[in-house]
């Protein structure tokens, strides 16, 4: 018995063989000071607090290739302009590029962009906001450390009470 | 030079043929190489080994470049596939590119293939219901389709025999109109799901829920051990592969065991263009081959030959084998081959929630779901439609977080969800009438990449179908209200036919010759060394999912054609 199952054991080479480096975008979709900005927005989503934001798990990155990769052209023309609008908002809000802002700044031009008059910057808003928490909640760290994520639960119950805590707060 | 001809003709002969190595063609590959007879088994794809070759099994969410979401390019080259709920970032290696495998849709078809070894075996959704006679005798009944030349019993050994090498989990329930097979211990209900089948047994004789009975392995026996798979993990993920052999596929349990027998030649990249057939001999003797990878034409020749290409396919090679004797196609004397296609509805849905049981919830995860069989015009005719639907249903419990704020407030919220109330979902399982105008043919003109002409596929729903989808949500809406769920909202997604992939028929069973293509051995009635056991040999499609079915009459048949080789039947 042991025998017959052993030989499940032993992993193929691709098992082992990701790394962050091999999901980077061969083409970059957006410039580096474009990057730059598109991360500092996605921190002001979801800053770093007593855990990292959304910065340190580089859902910026993320966000630039689902937005190339799987959007149709015409949202990634949306998401382009937006993005260009961010700083001019920010240069009329408070004087300076937006990643010189402070939060309270950057949450200003952030709702201003949730309530523009503007189609295209109001879906970019949704866009950035959306994909920014798939991104986070979908990372190796989040899913690891705060949701704990299991690959294999190996089980099913029915019927159990509801815990007193959110998953996040246990462990 | 005759000399090498003839070395070269018992280098390519072999005791049987099998043509694919899907579900049915795995099961044909291990009855006949267990029964001593050296197959070759033909797949037009490439080789998929189990475990080696399931190239995201083991990748967390977060390692998938787009997690989960599909490339615009390959969404939209795909416009077929795409539409399939198990395509995704992590499966697109299983299943048939568009573009490669051109068909006719002369009406809209979804055609869903996996072309590789173990076809759609490695992608199906496990569902693994016995028929029961209510369909087997249901034609005859009803005269939607020609009688069907076996019953219950013919199957009911074989079912047996195929369920405890698969590994079947289920509950015995004791209905007449799914009977009970050989079942590893059920999966857990969980208690909204527990709360409607007693909702619906207090209220209705004749309706039931039921755990679903499954191809998953929920306890190993010894059999399942010496196939090297494991217990069900619960990961859910099965089309990705399963490195435990958690649930059944031709990978992870059937061609493993023919190859262990020695008896097994597994040929992939081998597209199979025809059956040849001998005039003077009177029977087939071997099949034409094209190498997909040199477009050589090859031919390899056997004594039997098991016809397993998956149901539409399995009509285009028989349309394709075309000799002065047949020139319709082989065995198609009666002019049936090709029509009485039918398939399953699978358009309607309904869904609704549930206030109750709050203080439960579930834990863990769980690769099946409850099920209600037919309950439709079982005893007798008793709606404006023929026949009825099965439904699938299931409950759970969504996490909500409030997603409106910004900054630290909305990470705070992400991170502290809070259980909304119970969701519950019901999608039908109808059975389509089989007619002649439900057909598939070759088209003349277009030819895929391989010089074979495209199938044509002429496929749609009827009358009938609109009445079911529109009675499934009728009382599918009374079900749920009696439960006490609220906010009911029932859909019809008026999805293409081929979608629910369960396409079958088009080289029925019959006891007449003259309006059926196969007998009741699964044997051409004037090829008789031919066998066609896949979704091709359906005379009708019942409401319960084909697989197990087409398992245990792979079996039955080949057992008939082994034996009857040594008597001379075949």
Known sequence: MAGAVGGLISLPAWASGWTSETVRPLNPFLSRSQDELLADLAETIIPATDTPGAKALNVHQFIQKVVADCYDKPSAETFRKGLAAVDELAQKSFGKPFSQGDTTQRIGVLNQLAQSTDADQKNFYSMVKGLTIRGYMSSEYVMTNLTHYEMIPGRYHGCVPVPAKPISQTK | MAYLNIDAQAQNTYDAIVIGSGISGGWAAK????????????????????????????MQPWEFEHRGQLNREVREQNPIISKCYAFYEGTEQFFVKDAEHPYVQEKPFDWIRGYQVGGKSLLWARQTQRWSDFDFTGPARDGFAVDWPIRYADLAPWYSYVERFAGITGNKDGLDTLPDGEFLPPHEWNCVESHFQKQVAARYKDRHVIMGRAAHITQPQPIHLQQGRAQCQHRTICERGCPFGGYFSSNSSTLPWAAKTGKMTLRPHSVVHSIIYDEKLGRATGVRVIDAQTKQMQEFYARIIFLNAAALNSNLVLLNSTSTRFPNGLGNDSGVLGKYVAFHNYRAGVSAQYDGNLDTTTEGRRPNSPYIPRFRNVYKQETDFLRGYAAGFSAGRISRSN???????LKESLLNPTLGGWYVGSHMMGETIPKESNFVALDSSQKDPFGIPQLKISIAYDDNDEKMVKDYQEQMTEMFTAAGFTNIRVRDDKRNPGLDIHEMGGARMGKDPKTSVLNKWNQLH?????????????????????????????????????????????
Request: no cysteine; aromatic share 4%.
């Open chain 2, 31 to 58: 009855e006949l190489t267990g029964k001593g007879l050296r197959t070759l088994v033909l797949e037009r794809g490439r080789d998929v080994r189990h475990v080696t070759d399931y190239p995201t099994t083991m």
């Open chain 2, 526 to 570: 004037a090829v008789k060394n031919v066998f066609v056991t896949d979704g091709a040999s359906m005379t009708s499609t019942s409401t319960q999912n084909p697989s197990l079915t087409y398992m245990a009459m792979t079996a039955r048949a080949a057992d008939y054609a082994v034996k009857g080789l040594k008597k001379g039947l075949v």
């Open chain 2, 403 to 409: 997603q409106d704020g910004l900054g630290a407030d």
